[in-house]
């Protein structure tokens, strides 16, 4: 009889847990930038930088969003921006990301130097959960 109630419970659960089961995951759309700001002088500490994102799945979805420097000829410098209050960002969770150098930070390229004819440039990137990759065009500085 005990054996009896415990296969009916059982049966009752995996059903249940069966249905609980959503139907298809929605897809993951790609994030969006809407808007950047660069204040970049390297005159720390006044150097800054801002990168408004949207993502259809929400803000919860974006993974990073990213300030990359490009030197031909050096390694790329890549810094994270913030949307949590911290590295100069005014408001935490508003969608806005923020990188601030502040006094002491290294900013040092590291390479060989060479020249291609194509300048240093700067450019944002946002991620998000499912790896959808958005950049910002490419500007030389
Ligand atoms: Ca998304
Ligand atoms: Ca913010």
């Known amino acids: 009889m005990i054996k009896w109630i415990l296969v009916i419970l059982l049966a ?6 069966c249905g609980k089961e959503s139907p298809a995951e929605p897809e993951n759309e790609p994030p969006e930038i809407v808007d950047t700001h660069v204040y970049l002088i390297f005159n720390i500490p006044a150097d800054k930088v801002l990168c408004e994102v949207s993502d259809p799945d929400g803000l919860g979805d974006i993974s990073s969003v990213s300030f990359i420097m490009a030197n031909p000829g050096y390694n ?3 810094y994270d921006l913030y949307d949590d209050g911290t590295h100069g960002d005014i408001t935490s969770g508003d969608g ?3 990188y601030e150098w502040v006094e002491g930070v ?3 390229w590291v ?5 291609n004819g194509v300048g240093a440039t700067y450019q944002f990137r946002v991620r998000d ?3 959808h990759e958005v950049y910002t065009d490419a500007v030389e500085y």
């Open 76 to 78: 790329d410098l890549i």
């Open 111 to 115: 390479g060989d130097g060479e020249v």
């Open 129 to 131: 959960s499912a790896n």
């Open 12 to 17: 009752t659960a995996m059903f249940f847990g």
């Open 106 to 108: 290294d900013i040092r």
């Open 96 to 98: 806005t990301y923020t």
